[in-house]
């Protein structure tokens, strides 16, 4: 069976669906958006429409937590669906589905970054020790390199968490969920606390594994509840706790704005966020699953399926493609709503283009497997 012509969703309750593919749409989704606006330059002038769309913008961007959360939800859901594991097979499986492609991608970015000078005289030179720390999963640590691909911060850190899991997962089994969980929020705390003291810079660009060692346990907590309690799960989508995601969000935001922890308190909080927007995500899923229709979900969970490819493809084609081309043109020309709306058209190209690529690479395995 193609994977890419995905089965029938099942509209009303489906506790994967909605927890996963369909929170893993609007999440690609956000990160897309909030790149957009941030890669193009784009500043209102302080109208309430201006403010609407920086708003939108901004609270997209810390939509790239629910990635932490949903593979440690996945990793553990398909662990639990399965009675013995072959911890070579998964690896291997991983290295294919994961580290391939982000491999292909650096390799393609590094190499448009290169040719991008023939278009864009003034843009930066790469060496080849940035090519190394992306290839070797290094980027954070190194500075020079950085700005080749911001978007690429999150994958030395999902790495790490990969390489995690199976301690993790023996964590779980031996104290359970609460016990999973203190282990996590201790880590993931003390490691902010230990790299602010002695002076390592803790935003998302020199992000370490350990900083979200928490939100990936609370996907594996959430596996766990799905997969032997779906009836309490579903009570999860409710109101009640949309309103607690709504609250503790608020709360995340506050404690970022005003430095409540001082120095790294946007990283601190990141558990509160992340609590917070998955349980409004949670929600309005379950709405969207019960009110729109097979065919719309269908594509929905086709976006979900090409997240991966949408995020390795988005950040490239607006920095060394759409920008060069558009110059200041988005920033000094483009209304508020207007750049919003384009930005909505720019992720439905990249669905388009991550899906033509998703079915070649199937088609050309497949090839492969019958020669």
């Not at 490691?191 to 928490?214: E, M, N």
């Not at 999860?236 to 995340?252: E, K, N």
Request: overall charge positive; glycine content about 6%.
């Amino acid at each position: 069976m193609n994977p890419w012509t995905p089965e029938p969703l099942r509209p009303n309750g489906d506790v994967t669906v909605v927890s996963i593919s369909l929170v893993r749409a609007l999440a690609i989704a956000g990160i897309i958006v909030e790149n957009y606006h941030t890669e193009l330059s784009w500043n209102g002038a302080g109208t309430l429409s201006d403010l609407f769309t920086l708003s939108v913008s901004t609270a997209a961007g810390t939509f790239v937590h629910m990635f932490f959360v949903l593979s440690g939800y996945g990793l553990t859901l398909s662990i639990l669906k399965k009675e013995s594991v072959s911890w070579a097979a998964w690896v291997r499986e991983r290295f294919k589905k994961i580290v391939v492609p982000y491999w292909v991608a650096v390799v393609v970015t590094f190499a448009v970054a290169g040719l991008s000078h023939y278009w864009t005289p003034d843009s930066t030179s790469y060496s080849w020790a940035t090519l190394l720390a992306y290839l070797t999963f290094l980027r954070n640590v190194y500075e020079p390199g950085q700005t080749l691909n911001p978007a690429f911060w999150f994958m030395p850190a999902i790495i790490g968490l990969y390489v995690l899991f199976p301690l993790l997962l023996q964590v779980l089994r031996r104290t359970g969920m609460t016990g999973l969980m203190v282990f996590s929020l201790l880590v993931s705390s003390a490691s902010i606390a230990a790299f602010v003291y002695f002076g390592y810079i803790v935003d998302h660009q020199h992000a370490l594994p350990l900083y979200f060692v928490d939100e990936f346990a609370l996907g594996m907590v959430l596996a766990c509840i799905a997969y032997h309690q779906p009836e309490r799960f579903r009570r999860l989508m409710g109101i009640r706790f949309f309103l607690l995601g709504f609250a503790l969000y608020t709360l995340s935001g506050a404690l970022a704005r005003y430095q409540v922890f001082g120095y790294g308190s946007s990283t601190y909080n990141d558990m509160f966020e992340a609590i917070g927007l998955y349980l409004m995500l949670l929600y309005i899923c379950r709405w969207m699953s019960e009110a729109l229709s097979p065919r719309v979900l269908d594509v929905l969970n086709n976006v979900s399926r090409c997240s991966y490819v949408m995020y390795l493809i988005h950040w490239p084609i607006i920095a060394y493609v759409l920008k060069p081309v558009a110059g200041t043109w988005f920033s000094t020309n483009m209304g508020a709503l207007p750049m919003l709306l384009s930005s909505f058209v720019f992720v439905l190209l990249m669905y388009v283009l991550a899906s033509g690529i998703s079915r070649l690479t199937w088609k050309l395995s497949v090839d492969e497997l019958k020669s």
